[in-house]
């Protein structure tokens, strides 16, 4: 009878400490395989903060694998899973490791063509997009991309013939008058460069002309403009300036060193752009060169010639009233001046970019940036709610590696193919939609190429404010397996 008991039942050896149950378990616990074990739960939409070396790509092949086996197992298409990552070689890598985990009867489907896998580029994903909806997206249907190569000689052409063009245009640049034609060439280049973002701008204020008065209300160019015109033509403008002017004529060896005459053209002045020349000039009589107010008046009052009607505490009051004016009043008209360079090179910019766009598309010919741009304003048109309902139809579940190099347009793309997560929808088909992804904001590398590293933190509170606590899980693994 003794010899049959449990093994669990046994006597413990009086030598042998007892230890809590509890701690044997959370031993025997791999944190890497626990993360990659709840990634794996088909029901929730997952946030896997992993850094280096942790698991990352394990838990995303996990989890895509078992959406792949219960896609299966309700008779839905497995490409009802897509996987995204930023480059070819990490799509590749992933692919290879999903194929090598497949089981023998889902890998016979694949290879004889009757399913596939969807694991991509997101600039891969956008193409197949356009290539579904090319005329919905005002594309060629058989539109290819653009070499690199020519993409650089294209971008130089493009703005070499736009600045061309403005050069007749004093609206346009007049406002910049301070650049060099080098310092232009590089100012359109760098717009050019953050195009993906320009772009979708546009397309949310329903044009050029709309990102343009956009621009000009984010930096209150007008409102600006109105104060700087109501201060200059306003009598206590014009009272201070001009008493200015008379105390400085009781002062003959400073008048001109004071800019005397000056201080009465100021107080004339009618025109912003005039008065501002004119206060120029009397920068050096009221401010330091860093800017800063003088702590003592140009006159000492050891010098001071004394007078009835300008006592020297006069002087010093109204040194002190006309640099409280003046200072807000430059102040002021650089950002108006700014506001109008910002709005003269966003002007250049589109000139640009539209010639770029011509020379390309003659050719039937996208760049990379073009696959986000279309694929998004695809998604933001008239016959965006047929398109999505298709996609809705078509895909399930979305995972995104690398998420802290995805940029503001791709997010904004993803964002709206997966809105029905976040409002709660889709609970009714045989399967809930899902969102998987799966980022460190510390190994950011692609912030040259418009990656955002905060939006890995934005979707996580996304998550947990708008799903429900059982429709979510927010993972994190930290540890290198590596070293």
Same mark, same amino acid.
């Given at each position: 009878?003794?010899n ?5 039942d046994?006597v413990?050896?009086?030598c ?7 701690l044997?378990?959370h031993m025997?616990?791999n ?10 739960d088909?029901?929730r939409?997952?946030h896997l903060?992993?850094s280096?070396?942790s698991g990352k790509?394990?838990?995303l092949?996990?989890r895509?694998?078992?959406?792949l086996d219960?896609l299966?197992l309700?008779?839905?298409n ?6 995204i990552?930023f480059?070819?070689k ?6 290879e490791?999903?194929m090598?985990?497949l089981?023998d009867?889902m890998?016979?489907k694949?290879i ?9 580029t ?9 290539k ?9 249907p058989d ?5 690199s190569r020519?993409q650089?000689y294209?971008i130089?052409k ?5 600045l061309?063009e403005?050069?007749?245009?004093p609206?346009v640049m ?7 034609a080098d310092?232009?060439v590089?100012?359109?280049?760098f717009?050019?460069k953050?195009?993906?973002?320009l ?7 329903k044009?050029?002309?709309g990102?343009?008065?956009a621009?000009?209300?984010?930096m209150?160019?007008?409102t ?11 009598p206590?403008?014009?009272a201070?300036?001009?008493?200015m002017?008379?105390l400085l004529?009781?002062?003959p060896?400073f008048?001109?060193?004071?800019k005397g005459a000056t ?11 005039? +008065? #501002?020349?004119i =206060?120029? @000039?009397?920068?050096p009589?009221y401010?330091t ?5 003088l702590?003592r008046? %140009?006159?000492?009052?050891s010098?001071?010639?004394a ?14 009233q006309v640099a409280?004016?003046?200072s807000?009043?430059r102040? +002021? #008209?650089?950002? =108006?001046q @700014? ?7 966003l002007?250049l910019y589109?000139l640009a970019?539209? %010639?770029y766009q011509k020379?390309?598309l003659r050719?039937g010919?996208?760049d990379?940036?073009d696959?986000?741009?279309?694929a998004?304003?695809l998604?933001?048109g008239?016959e965006?709610?047929e398109?999505?309902y298709w996609?809705d139809?078509?895909?399930l579940?979305?995972?995104v590696?690398?998420?802290q190099?995805?940029?503001?347009i791709q997010w904004?793309?993803l964002?709206?193919l997966?809105?029905e ?11 809930a939609?899902t969102?998987?992804?799966v980022g460190?904001e510390?190994?950011s590398i ?7 590293y905060r939006l890995?933190?934005d979707?996580?509170?996304?998550m947990?404010?708008?799903l429900l606590p059982e429709a979510?899980e927010?993972?994190?693994?930290q540890?290198n397996?590596r070293?």
């Amino acid at each position: 009878m003794f010899n049959q008991r449990l093994d669990s039942d046994r006597v413990r050896p009086a030598c042998q400490p007892r230890v809590p149950d509890f701690l044997f378990t959370h031993m025997t616990i791999n944190p890497k395989k626990q993360a990659a074990s709840k990634a794996a739960d088909t029901d929730r939409s997952i946030h896997l903060s992993a850094s280096a070396g942790s698991g990352k790509t394990r838990a995303l092949k996990e989890r895509y694998l078992a959406l792949l086996d219960k896609l299966d197992l309700r008779g839905l298409n497995i490409d009802q899973a897509v996987a995204i990552t930023f480059t070819d070689k990490a799509a590749a890598e992933i692919k290879e490791r999903v194929m090598h985990d497949l089981p023998d009867a889902m890998l016979k489907k694949i290879i004889r063509g009757r399913q596939d896998l969807r694991i991509s580029t997101i600039h891969s994903f956008c193409m197949n997009l356009l290539k579904r909806y090319p005329l919905e997206a005002g594309l060629p249907p058989d539109f290819g991309v653009l070499d690199s190569r020519d993409q650089v000689y294209k971008i130089r052409k493009a703005i070499e013939d736009s600045l061309e063009e403005a050069d007749r245009s004093p609206v346009v640049m007049a406002p910049l008058s301070a650049f060099t034609a080098d310092e232009l060439v590089e100012s359109i280049e760098f717009l050019l460069k953050i195009r993906t973002r320009l772009k979708r701008v546009e397309i949310d204020a329903k044009g050029p002309e709309g990102m343009l008065r956009a621009v000009r209300a984010g930096m209150d160019v007008e409102t600006v403009e109105a104060e700087l015109a109501s201060l200059v033509g306003s009598p206590a403008w014009r009272a201070l300036f001009m008493q200015m002017e008379l105390l400085l004529r009781s002062q003959p060896d400073f008048q001109e060193t004071c800019k005397g005459a000056t201080h009465g053209s100021l107080a004339s002045a009618q025109d912003t752009h005039v +008065a #501002y020349r004119i =206060a120029d @000039a009397l920068v050096p009589v009221y401010f330091t060169k860093q800017g800063e107010p003088l702590k003592r008046p %140009r006159i000492p009052k050891s010098k001071y010639r004394a007078d009835k009607m300008f006592p020297y505490p006069v002087y010093e009051t109204l040194c002190a009233q006309v640099a409280e004016v003046l200072s807000p009043f430059r102040s +002021a #008209y650089h950002r =108006a001046q @700014a506001g109008h360079e910002a709005v003269s090179l966003l002007r250049l910019y589109l000139l640009a970019e539209e %010639r770029y766009q011509k020379s390309k598309l003659r050719e039937g010919l996208l760049d990379f940036d073009d696959l986000e741009i279309y694929a998004y304003r695809l998604l933001q048109g008239l016959e965006s709610p047929e398109i999505l309902y298709w996609l809705d139809r078509k895909i399930l579940h979305f995972l995104v590696d690398e998420f802290q190099d995805t940029s503001d347009i791709q997010w904004a793309i993803l964002n709206k193919l997966t809105e029905e997560i976040f409002a709660g929808q889709g609970t009714e088909k045989r399967m809930a939609p899902t969102l998987f992804v799966v980022g460190d904001e510390k190994q950011s590398i692609y912030r040259f190429r418009e990656a955002n590293y905060r939006l890995i933190r934005d979707i996580q509170d996304k998550m947990e404010t708008l799903l429900l606590p059982e429709a979510r899980e927010i993972l994190t693994l930290q540890k290198n397996y590596r070293s």
